[in-house]
């Protein structure tokens, strides 16, 4: 069934590659007017351009305030209203208790939570007096499990996971129609995670699609979850922690 969002104003950050190039691909197709977000002014340039004026590329820091409002400044006045929110920017850094610095720590905290916390509000403070809309926010399963090799990472999708409940929280009691939710996957096939397969082996070996008992799946299956939680049908989904991590929690990770 397509149009799923037809007509919505959808802002992706880290729109330009990975889970966010494919939300952004989905969501255009599905009907929304897109605007997304990236550092990567070339790659976020050269998708915009293949859209031919569907989508609208704006270079962003998540992290920043500043650029948080001059992002939300855009589509206002381009669309003058925002429906769905998919905070999506962040890094992924290995590294155990032991391994791991305090750098480490803080450019994780920096960018995967302070840029949603920063999202979160931008989002509300728009949404709340147009009619509600969707926010979701790009967790990790290593937010809700005990990832021992990734402790300042993990730290920091656990923190996403938190705000979510607490802004679903609040939208519902304030009365907004403003929804939250997080999505949780493991081990996506996408740049930021390539250096994690043996070099020279091709990756559809690691893939679901290869052996069910694989964890790893495609930016595809992630954007499907971000779309269900942005359409009205899940107009009831609200402060979720929506695992995408073809059942590796179950069996313990």
């Given at each position: 069934?397509?149009?799923?969002?037809?007509?919505?104003?959808?802002?992706?950050?880290?729109?330009?590659?990975?889970?966010?190039?494919?939300?952004?691909?989905?969501?255009?197709?599905?009907?929304?007017?897109?605007?997304?977000?990236?550092?990567?002014?070339?790659g976020g340039e050269s998708l915009a351009s293949a859209f031919g004026g569907r989508a609208l590329f704006i270079?962003q820091d998540a992290a920043s305030a500043a650029d948080w409002d001059a992002a939300m400044a855009a589509v206002?006045?381009?669309?003058?209203?925002?429906?769905?929110?998919?905070?999506?920017?962040?890094?992924?850094?290995?590294?155990?208790?032991?391994?791991?610095?305090?750098?480490?720590?803080?450019?994780?905290?920096?960018?995967?939570?302070?840029?949603?916390?920063?999202?979160?509000?931008?989002?509300?403070?728009?949404?709340?007096?147009?009619?509600?809309?969707?926010?979701?926010?790009?967790?990790?399963?290593?937010?809700?499990?005990?990832?021992?090799?990734?402790?300042?990472?993990?730290?920091?999708?656990?923190?996403?996971?938190?705000?979510?409940?607490?802004?679903?929280?609040?939208?519902?009691?304030?009365?907004?129609?403003?929804?939250?939710?997080?999505?949780?996957?493991?081990?996506?096939?996408?740049?930021?995670?390539?250096?994690?397969?043996?070099?020279?082996?091709?990756?559809?070996?690691?893939?679901?699609?290869?052996?069910?008992?694989?964890?790893?799946?495609?930016?595809?299956?992630?954007?499907?979850?971000?779309?269900?939680?942005?359409?009205?049908?899940?107009?009831?989904?609200?402060?979720?922690?929506?695992?995408?991590?073809?059942?590796?929690?179950?069996?313990?990770?």
């Amino acid at each position: 069934m397509a149009g799923r969002i037809e007509g919505k104003v959808a802002l992706v950050t880290g729109g330009a590659s990975g889970v966010g190039r494919a939300a952004v691909e989905l969501f255009v197709g599905e009907g929304a007017r897109v605007v997304f977000t990236d550092l990567d002014v070339a790659g976020g340039e050269s998708l915009a351009s293949a859209f031919g004026g569907r989508a609208l590329f704006i270079r962003q820091d998540a992290a920043s305030a500043a650029d948080w409002d001059a992002a939300m400044a855009a589509v206002r006045e381009r669309f003058g209203r925002l429906d769905i929110l998919v905070n999506n920017a962040g890094i992924l850094l290995k590294g155990s208790i032991e391994d791991a610095t305090l750098d480490d720590w803080q450019r994780l905290m920096r960018v995967n939570a302070d840029s949603v916390f920063l999202g979160c509000k931008a989002g509300v403070a728009m949404m709340k007096d147009g009619g509600g809309g969707s926010i979701i926010n790009m967790s990790s399963i290593a937010g809700i499990a005990a990832k021992d090799d990734y402790a300042a990472y993990g730290a920091s999708k656990a923190a996403i996971a938190g705000l979510t409940r607490a802004v679903a929280a609040h939208c519902r009691r304030a009365k907004y129609r403003i929804r939250c939710n997080s999505i949780h996957p493991d081990g996506i096939m996408t740049p930021m995670t390539a250096g994690s397969y043996p070099q020279g082996v091709d990756p559809a070996r690691f893939t679901i699609d290869a052996d069910p008992m694989n964890r790893a799946c495609l930016p595809a299956d992630v954007a499907a979850a971000i779309l269900f939680l942005a359409e009205d049908g899940s107009r009831a989904v609200n402060g979720i922690e929506l695992r995408v991590d073809s059942g590796q929690f179950v069996m313990g990770i």
